[in-house]
């Protein structure tokens, strides 16, 4: 059974940071694309930030140079580390893992979310 636990939301000041973790269980998030999103009030889910197998990383315009992505392997944990937080950050963030089944399909699954507000 695949669990995906977020913790680490909170509300901050502009300017402010918050590291976000993603506590994974019946998979490996070193050998998946993990992914973090995030939803604002009235606004369809968007793509923060993600991270393939091999590292590699994508980012969303709006948090490039502010957010940074990453994962402990022996912690089977990823993490969204954010710092000069802005306002507009503030929506319900997300933990996705995309898993490739041996069907073919690829199953994705979403944590609970972690409310993230930053005031002005």
């Known amino acids: 059974q695949v669990q995906l636990v977020e913790s680490g939301g909170g509300l901050v000041q502009t300017g402010g940071s918050l590291r976000l973790s993603c506590a994974a269980s019946?998979?490996?998030?070193?050998?998946?694309?993990m992914a973090w999103y995030r939803q604002a009030p009235e606004k369809q889910r968007e793509l923060v930030a993600a991270?393939?197998?091999?590292?590699?990383?994508n980012y969303a315009d709006a948090v490039k140079g502010r957010f940074t992505i990453s994962r402990d392997n022996a912690k089977n944990t990823m993490y969204l580390e954010m710092n000069n937080l802005k306002p507009e950050d503030t929506a319900v963030y997300y933990c996705?893992?995309?898993?490739?089944?041996?069907?073919?399909?690829?199953?994705?699954?979403w944590g609970q979310g972690t409310q993230v507000t930053v005031s002005s």
């Open positions: 996705n893992a995309n898993v490739p089944r041996l069907s073919g399909r690829t199953e994705a699954y």
């Open positions: 019946g998979i490996s998030v070193s050998t998946n694309t």
């Open positions: 991270l393939s197998s091999v590292r590699m990383t």
